[in-house]
């Protein structure tokens, strides 16, 4: 991956390489960061690139901040109008991925939230698809469960928890999966290892309630946009139930949903396989999804 010529810093764009901490970050030691995930797609007929719902993300990013006590000297305004002064001078066209950070910038030892400095930046590289398998997932359940909401709250995108997230990715990936689905204490099912899970079963999507120790998801309430965008017998209700981490219910199909990758399919869980002779993954639908510019 090629680093990026620039970055927002400090409230204006500066060239990436002027950006500089040490090995003493507080963020870097103690995961004291939060951050967030866009996805900006170029679009070749109009050539334009549109960021897909940047209002939302930096309200949830915002949001995190403060769950970590971060006063942060900038807006979701700011940040935004920051973002279009970075992808112009970058002037890429093509598809983007774009990471706004927080973290905590003193150079000092000391486990804690309060009185620390913490600063604010944005990058865009070049991004196509996120997992190499996207359009016929095969995922299994993790022996590792979701951070509970009490222990580091899970709402938040908080960088430290981020080390649960590879936990149940990395054991996946070396047991030959493509993912992980990861349950709660309860033993629900709460996330993908790093997205948002879903199921459709007779024509509604069903996934985890926020209770269940879910991210608090800026890309959910899109999900009634698919059945617009393509032919589909799926309706646009989208229920939050809670789903036992069993043999899945007999369904149409199941997909994760993250920024960093859109909506990826999942046509197997372990050994159930979503598909017989009448019926196929819904991958036209989360296609249809995955590149609407709404």
């Not at 006590?69 to 973002?83: F, I, N, Q, R, T």
């Not at 983007?96 to 309060?114: K, M, N, S, T």
């Not at 002779?277 to 639908?285: A, D, G, M």
């Amino acid at each position: 991956m090629s680093l990026p010529n620039y970055v927002f810093f400090r409230g204006r764009v500066v060239p990436y390489s002027d950006v500089k901490f040490g090995v003493l970050t507080h963020a870097l030691n103690y995961g004291t960061a939060v951050f967030g995930g866009l996805r900006a797609y170029w679009n070749a007929d109009e050539k334009q690139l549109f960021v897909f719902r940047p209002n939302d993300h930096f309200r949830r990013f915002l949001q995190s901040a403060k769950l970590m006590c971060m006063e942060l000297p900038v807006s979701g305004e700011e940040l935004l109008k920051g973002l279009i002064d970075l992808i112009r001078a970058e002037g890429h066209k093509e598809d983007l991925y774009i990471r706004p950070l927080a973290f905590d910038a003193d150079e000092i030892i000391g486990v804690r939230l309060h009185d620390l400095h913490s600063e604010v930046s944005i990058v865009v590289i070049p991004y196509g698809t996120y997992n190499k398998n996207e359009e016929d997932m095969h995922v299994t359940i993790s022996s590792w469960r979701r951070v509970d909401d009490n222990t580091i709250p899970a709402r938040g995108k908080i960088a430290g928890a981020y080390v649960n997230s590879a936990f149940a990715k990395t054991d996946a990936h070396r047991a030959g999966f493509d993912d992980a689905i990861v349950l709660n204490a309860d033993g629900h099912i709460s996330e993908g290892s790093a997205a948002n899970f879903f199921l459709l079963r007779n024509g509604v999507f069903a996934t985890p309630p926020i209770t269940d120790n879910v991210l608090e998801p800026t890309k959910r309430s899109s999900v009634g946009l698919a059945p617009r965008s393509a032919p589909s017998r799926a309706s646009i209700i989208v229920l939050s139930v809670q789903v036992n981490s069993g043999r899945p219910p007999p369904v149409f199909g199941a997909f994760s949903l993250t920024s960093s990758a859109g909506a990826s399919p999942s046509t197997e869980i372990g050994v159930a396989r979503f598909t017989n002779r009448n019926r196929r993954p819904p991958r036209r639908n989360v296609r249809a999804y995955r590149w609407n510019k709404e």
